[in-house]
């Protein structure tokens, strides 16, 4: 794009070559090309803008989400990270101790987690489990074990709070690139009505659902089996059997179609760990810990684990100097019907 100098220059020279005359910087007819020019420059910026919003290719924000509208496709809106909170006591009281809703938790990182329901330290126990979710929602609430330790209001009686699970399933908005693929792939893929596109996309509007998967004569001539993933990884019955229903509705005449979890497919990684001088071990390890929860999520459903990608997911990490990459010794094959999952984690120090 044209500065405005560049503009105003041409015009100049445009109007000395039309009349002969030389205009002067100083000229009441010069000052006047200038703030035409000016005006020229921002016509042609917004002349621009409009033609890159024209285009899925190039659109941002909503004006990608427009274009995702026409495409029967919904930008993915963020999720909150879920878990279990345990609250427990130093002795055992001799009535029940209420942690009521909403129950403020606050993780080593400065993140809040909230719970979701009503629990009860029952008379005599020592400990209670009651089901939390990160009060914002996004990736940020994805954490590992035991680092929730802190409760911004401890209940009566309550002395100890930590996350004896990991909080999991946190997803930021999708962002536009990933929202840009799925409109490309939409146009790669048309859905008919009858094609594993089809069901894939009808799948994909439900809130939450990260990745599907559909089979064609999974079992046997008109036959459709649609494997579904969450963000968190394995769905929930619940959601299932609502995908069921709409897809049952929606159909090929003929067509038998089941909505279906995928199998799990734990992968054993072992690291080992060079951090850099003066850093704290625990808090790298926590860190790698977190960066590898998030990448084994239920986006890499029937997705090969590639090492390439761990190597991507470790690369950056604060304070990793360097890491060896023990297991998995080579990429991991995955079938459509499968979620790779985070198995067992061993991290050393190098």
Not at 36 to 55: G, P
Not at 247 to 260: G, N, P, Y
Not at 293 to 317: D, M
């Amino acid at each position: 794009m044209k500065t405005v100098e560049e503009i105003y220059q041409q015009m100049l020279a445009d109007f000395e070559g039309r009349i002969g005359v030389d205009l002067s910087n100083s000229c009441d007819l010069a000052v006047r090309l200038y703030a035409v020019a000016a005006q020229i420059q921002a016509l042609s910026a917004q002349t621009d803008w409009v033609e890159k919003q024209c285009f899925p290719q190039s659109a941002e924000g909503k004006y990608l989400d427009y274009h995702a509208q026409m495409r029967a496709i919904t930008r993915r809106t963020a999720v909150h990270a879920v878990g279990t909170m345990r609250f427990s006591v130093n002795e055992a009281a001799s009535e029940n101790l209420a942690v009521p809703k909403g129950t403020v938790c606050i993780s080593t990182t400065g993140v809040h987690y909230e719970t979701t329901q009503d629990g009860v330290l029952r008379a005599g126990q020592l400990t209670v489990d009651v089901p939390a979710k990160a009060v914002e929602a996004g990736a940020n609430g994805n954490t590992t074990e035991n680092t929730v330790i802190a409760m911004s209001v401890a209940p009566t009686g309550i002395v100890k709070c930590t996350n004896p699970t990991a909080f999991a399933g946190g997803e930021d908005a999708e962002s536009d690139e990933s929202l840009r693929a799925r409109i490309l792939d939409s146009y790669k893929r048309l859905p008919n009505g009858a094609n594993a596109a089809f069901y894939e996309s009808q799948a994909m509007l439900y809130p939450g659902v990260a990745a599907a998967k559909a089979v064609g004569r999974a079992r046997g001539v008109g036959t459709v089996d649609v494997y579904v993933a969450t963000t968190a990884g394995i769905p929930a019955n619940e959601l299932l059997q609502k995908i069921q229903k709409d897809l049952a509705e929606k159909r090929e005449i003929s067509v038998d179609v089941k909505v279906l979890a995928p199998t799990a497919k734990p992968v054993q990684v072992t690291l080992s760990l060079e951090i850099a001088n003066g850093a704290q071990f625990e808090i790298v390890k926590k860190e790698v810990e977190a960066a590898l929860h998030l990448y084994f999520s239920g986006e890499r459903l029937g997705k090969a684990v590639l090492l390439s990608q761990l190597h991507a997911v470790l690369y950056g990490i604060k304070d990793l100097v360097n890491y060896h990459i023990q297991a998995p010794a080579a990429d991991v094959e995955i079938k459509t019907m499968e979620l790779p999952t985070l198995g067992t984690l061993t991290i050393s120090a190098a």
